[in-house]
């Protein structure tokens, strides 16, 4: 009789093993094919933050372009070095929200000054040299003239190769810095006789003698000077102000 008891228990134990495993495979084979049933949408659930001058469609087709493959289908490393190639985008992030959302974080580079050539040369704040996009109306950006026109020197993608080019950005990005108002109302830069600088203003247009040194103390001369003829003048009102001169600022009216 106890025989048949360890037997009838022995069968109890198997038909529970047999039922959980069954019950487990099926669950896990449930998982797999809703996975799958999903695999198809994931690519209308890629959100794209940051994307300002160039389209969400076009920076994910240019991933697409760059690996051979579907956004989804890469991993976060391979997605953020395929897009850090792009000449407009500056750094990335990619993260998950599950179940099915795939964000990508973008910050651009943004057109900070033109190169006056033949076709024009956009450069950022880190003298990266950005293609056209034929969005240029969008920026009130000021304009490098009588720099080395050199295409060589303006690889899409890269930073310049011209040393004036690269000196001139980092003393403008200063600036911009220091004085933004200031840098929205310029509408050129020159160098003249190799290395002076000359700003010529948006508004009449004034220009503005800065020679090529203490150049930043000069522009704090300068907001100084219309700082005392606020209530009479505007700097604008003159042909050109020369800062070329230590402890002197000549002006010359129109």
Not at 19 to 42: C, D, E, R, T, V
Request: charged share 20%.
């Amino acid at each position: 009789m106890p025989k048949k008891n360890t037997n009838k228990n022995y069968f109890i134990i198997l038909s529970k093993f047999i039922i959980i495993s069954s019950l487990m495979a099926f669950i896990i084979w449930m998982s797999i094919s809703w996975g799958n049933s999903k695999k198809p949408f994931y690519e209308s659930s890629v959100i794209v933050n940051g994307a300002s001058a160039i389209n969400d469609t076009t920076y994910l087709s240019y991933i697409n372009q760059m690996t051979g493959q579907k956004v989804n289908d890469l991993s976060k490393k391979r997605l953020i070095n395929a897009l850090v190639t792009h000449p407009f985008v500056h750094v990335a992030r990619v993260s998950n929200r599950y179940p099915s959302k795939l964000i990508i974080d973008i910050k651009e580079r943004k057109p900070f000054a033109l190169l006056n050539k033949d076709p024009m040369v956009i450069l950022d704040q880190n003298c990266y040299v950005l293609p056209d996009i034929n969005n240029l109306e969008k920026y009130d950006i000021p304009v490098l003239s009588k720099f080395n026109k050199d295409n060589k020197l303006y690889p899409h993608g890269e930073k310049s190769l011209s040393i004036k080019v690269q000196n001139t950005i980092s003393w403008l990005s200063s600036l911009h810095d220091k004085y933004p108002n200031f840098y929205y109302d310029i509408s050129e830069i020159l160098l003249e006789n190799g290395d002076e600088i000359v700003i010529i203003l948006n508004e009449n247009p004034t220009k503005i003698f800065l020679g090529n040194s203490n150049t930043l103390k000069k522009i704090a001369i300068l907001k100084k000077f219309e700082e005392t003829i606020l209530n009479t003048k505007k700097i604008t009102d003159y042909a050109y102000l020369d800062i070329r001169y230590n402890n002197q600022l000549i002006a010359k009216e129109f």
